[in-house]
């Protein structure tokens, strides 16, 4: 017997939807924040906010380029502006190695954008977390801070506000 062809992005949803359905059956609120390792920093990001995330293709290279442009990715058919996310935030690029994924922004913000991260943690639940105040110096699309049980510091990213953001949206020199 043939099985059915998904996508990928149908696979990632139903796993989305059964892991929301085991949350709801045992009482538990459904975790929305998926955990990032940005560098040395660790960010969370509202699940609604990302349509995928993804092993990073062969990216074209733009000249005239801000240093955080990676450059422009093909993800199945879409082109999606690839901005290190680390290097943006005036840390060390994006070190190269097997865990570094492309986090998609959610087709709502009417942006192909794409953020490279040092590697993916999975699902935080925010009653793990601990808020705190969040830094002076924190840039705009920083919505929220936490430290975790561990004493880990979280930022919780707003695409909304990064996806808007005069320097994020200005990659040309």
Same mark, same amino acid.
């Given at each position: ?17 059964? *892991? ?10 459904? @975790?929305?924040? *998926? ?33 955080? %442009? ?10 999606? @502006?690839?901005?290190? %996310? ?49 830094? @002076? ?37």
């Amino acid at each position: 017997m043939a099985r059915k062809k998904i996508s990928l992005r149908e696979f990632q949803q139903g796993v989305l939807d059964k *892991l929301k359905a085991v949350t709801e059956r045992e009482g538990a609120p459904p @975790s929305s924040k *998926l955990g990032l390792q940005v560098g040395q920093l660790f960010w969370l990001v509202d699940l609604a906010d990302v349509a995928e995330v993804v092993p990073p293709p062969t990216m074209a290279h733009v000249p005239l380029s801000q240093p955080w %442009f990676t450059g422009v990715a093909n993800v199945r058919g879409n082109l999606y @502006s690839v901005a290190d %996310f680390s290097l943006f935030c005036g840390k060390e690029p994006v070190a190269t190695g097997p865990d570094r994924r492309l986090v998609l922004a959610h087709a709502k913000f009417k942006v192909n954008a794409a953020l490279l991260v040092t590697r993916l943690l999975g699902l935080k639940h925010e009653e793990d977390l601990t808020s705190t105040a969040i830094s @002076s110096t924190a840039p705009p699309w920083v919505s929220a801070e936490y430290t975790d049980k561990d004493g880990t510091r979280w930022q919780e990213l707003s695409m909304l506000e990064l996806v808007n953001n005069q320097d994020f949206l200005q990659a040309g020199q």
